[in-house]
């Protein structure tokens, strides 16, 4: 099977990609450089975890773009594909859309696999990461391994000026080659300043915390445009997700921080359970022990809810701030594009919890 599918795609670069995960770059770039594509449209999970990589070994697979919501969910399911299955022409795996904790990436390295993970960061609007690897730099745990070539990046704080080694905006001080010009259906541009240029008037603001290191590498921390500001304490998303990530029987989640009226503050978390898991007071007691222990008692919801599905864009992310809108009663029309979402049905469940609730508490989030 592995030689059949070498002599098929003619010692080209193999390039397996699930379709959820396709955006502008993956569609074109790999035809554009001669390699084979091998798309997949499907659950990743069935018949077991491990799917993708099964795919991955029977199609020689050199290169494998996927999401850390994947590698987490293997890494839950203590799946071990370099020992289950022949790998051994894949050399890289690259997967966005979200942060993967550090605990990810030792679970991705510890069978000893001689692959190099690598993590862009960037955005669809520009079709292009900013940071991301480079296979002449080493490889640190959790961090994307240079600045891009074309983007000059800068991690800023609230007085718009750089740092480094500590947490800032992810701007960009430059013009790219890829930024849009405008949208679509945003005649006078409002929504285009609005998006991207509100915060520093003529800086591009991205919407993601990262830290750029003395090594000369990145971290991202996770967006903050959804930053939870909670008794004037400002946590990011990112560590919750880290922490939850650590309980089994948890298989997505999805935090929120909003505001209520006469000053008040409302952070629930949204999770999907893995098979056969019950969200009981047990298991919600673990959760919240888990964020104690891991981030601290402020990180700790007022709630956990459990969601039939948490929705994504179609790049993966959660989408933190549309979930926030409709809780908080946005027209479901401004709160998000469903085009752009994974399960557009997801964001019902949302729409009705808000409405529920501002009916029977009388308040506006």
């Keep these: 099977m592995v030689r059949t599918a070498r002599r098929r795609a003619g010692g080209r670069p193999v390039l397996l990609v699930h379709l959820h995960r396709l955006d502008g770059v993956e569609r074109l770039a790999p035809l554009l450089l001669g390699a084979t594509k091998v798309c997949y449209d499907g659950a990743p999970n069935r018949p077991g975890p491990d799917r993708l990589w099964q795919l991955a070994a029977e199609s020689s697979a050199t290169h494998f773009g996927t999401s850390a919501g994947y590698l987490t969910a293997c890494q839950k399911a203590g799946a071990r594909p370099e020992a289950e299955f022949d790998l051994s022409a894949l050399r890289t795996v690259m997967y966005s859309g979200a942060v993967l904790s550090v605990e990810g990436w030792r679970w991705f390295y510890a069978g000893g696999a001689d692959v190099w993970l690598d993590a862009p960061c960037g955005g669809t609007d520009v079709c292009t990461p900013y940071v991301g690897g480079n296979p002449m730099l080493p490889v640190n745990t959790g961090e994307m391994q240079c600045r891009f070539l074309g983007t000059r990046v800068e991690s800023w704080d609230a007085e718009g000026r750089h740092g480094i080694d500590r947490i800032g905006e992810l701007v960009v001080t430059a013009p790219m080659p890829s930024m849009p010009v405008r949208f679509w259906n945003d005649p006078d541009g409002s929504r285009y300043q609005e998006a991207y240029f ?9 919407g993601d915390w990262i830290t750029i290191t003395s090594r000369g590498t990145a971290i991202v921390h996770g967006r903050s445009d959804s930053t939870i500001n909670r008794h004037g304490v400002r946590m990011g998303s990112a560590d919750i997700y880290a922490a939850v990530d650590r309980v089994p029987e948890v298989a ?49 919801p007022d709630e956990i809810l459990q969601a039939p599905a948490i929705p994504h864009t179609l790049t993966g992310k ?28 997801a964001l019902d469940w949302f729409r009705e919890l808000g409405e529920r609730r501002r009916a029977g508490a009388g308040v506006t989030y």
Aim: aromatic share 6%.
């Design 198 to 206: 509100s915060t520093y008037p003529g800086i591009w603001r991205h």
């Design 252 to 300: 997505d989640s999805l935090v929120i921080g909003a505001e209520l009226d006469g000053g008040g503050y409302w952070m629930p978390l949204f999770v999907t359970l893995a098979d056969g898991a019950e969200l009981d007071d047990e298991l919600r007691d673990r959760i919240r022990s888990t964020i104690r222990e891991v981030c601290s008692a402020r990180h700790v």
């Design 318 to 345: 959660r989408l933190e701030v549309p979930v926030k809108r409709l809780l908080q009663g946005f027209d479901p029309a401004r709160a998000v594009n469903p085009g752009v979402v994974d399960n557009p049905h």
